[in-house]
């Protein structure tokens, strides 16, 4: 791990070194794909980062039997610098969930739970660009939770899977 670690922080300090200011493939603006993590929620995601800022939305409807439950995260991007086959970027922004569900017991009654809450928070990212269109995202930083189990910091940390267009 410590080693995987080592290897990413050398390349991408290379390619801070050596990089120059330009601009994802034209048209490479638009984003789909799948982003799970404290910030950025969880699910299905869409980024549209058409210049230095940008935005992310996330989220998952679930509504089977007697569970409902809704995650969305929304998040804006900027970024710090691009090369090649890397971007450093700063996010911030937050997401909120809603979860309810409810069961029967054996002697005829029922039970219904509600839990609902967010995170918000921001930090450092770094994609990893394969093909022009193929991203890796890793993000870290601090996040502030509160909700039905109270309020709560710690750290954050993001990961994605996107195709660019």
């Known amino acids: 791990m410590v080693l995987t670690l080592a290897l990413l922080a050398a390349f991408a300090t290379a390619q801070l070194a050596t990089a120059q200011e330009a601009a994802p493939p034209t048209g490479a603006t638009q984003y789909f794909g799948m982003a799970a993590g404290f910030v950025t929620g969880y699910g299905i995601s869409y980024r549209n980062w058409p210049d230095v800022m940008g935005i992310q939305i996330t989220g998952t409807p679930v509504i089977s039997g007697g569970v409902t439950a809704l995650d969305l995260g929304l998040v804006g991007l900027y970024r710090l610098n691009d090369a090649p086959w890397t971007r450093f970027f700063l996010y ?62 710690g750290p954050s940390g993001e990961t994605g899977l996107f195709y660019r267009l």
């Open 92 to 153: 911030f922004g937050g997401q909120g969930y809603y979860s309810s569900s409810s069961y029967a017991n054996g002697d005829g009654t029922s039970t219904a739970t509600t839990t609902s809450g967010g995170f918000a928070g921001g930090g450092i990212g770094l994609e990893l660009i394969f093909f022009d269109h193929i991203v890796l995202d890793i993000q870290g930083g601090l996040q502030a939770s509160f909700g039905s189990s109270g309020f709560g910091l």
